[in-house]
């Protein structure tokens, strides 16, 4: 999703997960169908990773213990005071290795590189096995070099797994080259919808420019189709 600050980006991306309330509308999704109740709501976030453009890391923590958080949504309130499982670190230690943190798994999350948190972000994301990845401007506070390289590594991984991500950026060069769709927003509406090859100067204008008065049809489902 590319947009202006302000657009609703994150607003629409943190709605996917119920972290933003809808105040119109409704999420369906392709194996609970429209999520209605509470149960419905629990069962797709616990699907459903996250990815900070702040990397929301408990700093004190190690890496490792940072990446297990992204099991406690599978267990319940009692069970998730417990010390998890051998098999649950394994799994942790896993997701490190494949962000290429493996040798920092031990090692204090404020005491890692900005780039270094986030791919720990992304680790937590893939310890909760998800079949959705939702990631708001997770490359927002990184140099160009680095957030070239974390959206490649997001990238290879949800090729290798079948994930679908749905990422907010800010840099048209970087959703150009690794995005599949994009869905360009101006104040609140879809103004754009379509492949890389069709983002020409005419769709960032009215991505970027646009004014309200020029949205066509504003109020049209947005339907965004997940591996699920």
Not at 35 to 61: D, K, N, P
Not at 138 to 154: F, G, I, K, Q
């Amino acid at each position: 999703m590319l947009g202006p600050s302000g657009a609703g980006k994150s607003t629409l991306l943190r709605s996917l997960n119920g972290l933003v309330p809808l105040s119109q509308g409704q999420l369906a999704s392709s194996y609970l169908g429209v999520l209605r109740s509470a149960q419905q709501w629990r069962e797709h976030r616990r699907v459903t990773g996250m990815i900070f453009q702040q990397h929301q890391l408990i700093g004190r923590l190690t890496a490792l213990a940072n990446v297990l958080m992204g099991r406690l949504g599978h267990h319940s309130t009692m069970r998730s005071l417990l010390p998890l499982s051998a098999k649950e670190k394994r799994l942790g230690l896993d997701a490190l290795d494949r962000v290429g943190l493996l040798d920092y798994a031990l090692r204090r999350a404020d005491q890692l590189s900005g780039g270094q948190q986030q791919r720990v972000g992304i680790a937590r994301a893939l310890a909760q096995a998800p079949n959705l990845i939702l990631a708001d401007e997770p490359v927002a506070s990184l140099d160009p070099a680095t957030a070239e390289r974390v959206l490649a590594l997001l990238h290879r991984i949800c090729r290798q797994d079948g994930l679908s991500a749905i990422i907010s950026l800010h840099q048209v060069d970087l959703a150009r080259q690794f995005a599949d769709r994009i869905i360009g927003i101006n104040a609140g509406h879809v103004v754009f919808d379509g492949s890389p090859d069709q983002l020409g100067e005419d769709a960032i204008r009215r991505i970027y420019h646009g004014s309200p008065s020029q949205h066509q049809n504003p109020t049209h489902d947005l339907e965004l189709e997940t591996t699920p």
